[in-house]
């Protein structure tokens, strides 16, 4: 019994004192590294910044990697990934994406070198430490990336770490993690290579997306799927003034809305290095109309409207030439990943359901 005072509870006060004490460390800890002066251009805070969580086999092609961990095992992978650390790379599906990021980055430095709110690149992977240093050396030295934020999970899922560094956007080539995330409420696709070589802007970030189960709800898709296409077009134009319900990436379509207008107002509109794009299978005569009225609503601009009426998209990509192209039906990823274009695959809305049944 001599021992059992030191396991008596602390009294309230005694608590609060100490998650007192606490936090002024770490305000105090944070103030310091705040202070110092320094010639690299710091990571905005996570409150401010455009997140966008990127997975190392979408940022780098590390297909014969993986083929060596599904094949032989997690340590054979790990000694190969640490014989050969000083291999540079291939790019991935998202490196070309993450590059045209930090390009508007600069450039937002540029116009505004204390405004924090720009893109957070986070290399978020579950490869396990051992092999960091191989990616670290593919960031910094050999692939011209200036990724700061790393976390690798040890094989654990990552999904909680999104929420953590409060994720805007997240990437991957884990189909089974994507949708692990858009269940948890984040903006997410999965990432497919194309299979030509296409050449991409270097001075304007391209995103591309599809509209319904996207940037829109999938509450159209779900008339067209189940009721056909001459019930789709009339529910269309009865609700013509109803605006659609928001779709998975509505809110990264908003953050690149919130970035062109910071140079709109610096007299950057004809130079602004982001341009969006509407990529949908929709008819602009006899459903147009609502998509158009529901982005006004939103307050949102996109730069170019494509409706192709049930068109391929392939061919209209061509042209584009996004960084990345979301859109919810693998037969349009698969049009896409053709004819060259990097495209991202949406797990979202009532097409997953026939997708599976098929």
């Not at 191989?134 to 690798?152: D, P, Q, S, V, Y």
Request: net charge negative; with cysteine; aromatic share 10%.
């Amino acid at each position: 019994m001599s021992g059992s005072g030191s396991e008596e509870a602390q009294p309230s006060g005694a608590v609060e004192d100490g998650q007192q004490e606490a936090e002024q460390d770490w305000a105090a800890a944070k103030a310091f590294y705040d202070n110092q002066v320094t010639q690299r251009v710091r990571p905005p805070k996570p409150q401010n910044a455009i997140t966008v969580a990127v997975s190392s086999r979408a940022l780098f092609n590390l297909v014969e990697e993986r083929r060596i961990y599904e094949e032989q095992g997690l340590e054979k992978y790990v000694e190969y990934q640490q014989n050969n650390e000083n291999v540079i790379l291939k790019p991935g599906p998202a490196f070309y994406f993450v590059k045209a990021l930090e390009r508007v980055n600069a450039r937002l430095l540029e116009l505004y070198p204390d405004d924090e709110e720009r893109f957070d690149i986070v290399l978020m992977t579950n490869n396990h430490a051992q092999v960091g240093v191989r990616l670290l050396h593919n960031n910094n030295n050999n692939n011209g990336l200036t990724i700061e934020r790393f976390c690798m999970t040890g094989g654990e899922s990552p999904i909680g770490y999104l929420t953590a560094y409060l994720t805007n956007l997240y990437l991957s080539a884990d189909s089974d993690k994507v949708q692990e995330a858009i269940e948890a409420g984040i903006a997410s696709a999965t990432m497919f290579t194309a299979n030509k070589d296409v050449v991409y802007s270097d001075t304007q970030l391209r995103v591309a997306f599809d509209g319904d189960a996207v940037i829109f709800s999938d509450e159209s898709e779900q008339i067209f799927k189940e009721q056909g296409l001459d019930r789709f077009f009339e529910h269309e134009q009865l609700n013509e003034n109803k605006p659609l319900a928001q779709g998975p990436l509505k809110g990264f379509l908003e953050d690149l809305g919130k970035l062109q207008k910071k140079f709109y107002a610096k007299n950057e509109r004809l130079n602004c290095p982001i341009r969006t794009y509407l990529v949908t299978a929709r008819s602009a005569a006899s459903s147009g109309a609502r998509v158009l009225k529901t982005l006004r609503s939103w307050g949102l601009e996109i730069d170019e409207a494509l409706f192709l009426a049930g068109a391929p998209k392939g061919p209209v990509l061509v042209k584009i030439r996004p960084h990345i192209f979301f859109d919810d039906q693998m037969f349009h990823i698969e049009g896409a990943q053709k004819l060259g274009t990097i495209a991202a695959h949406v797990p979202y809305g009532i097409a997953q359901k026939h997708q599976k049944s098929t």
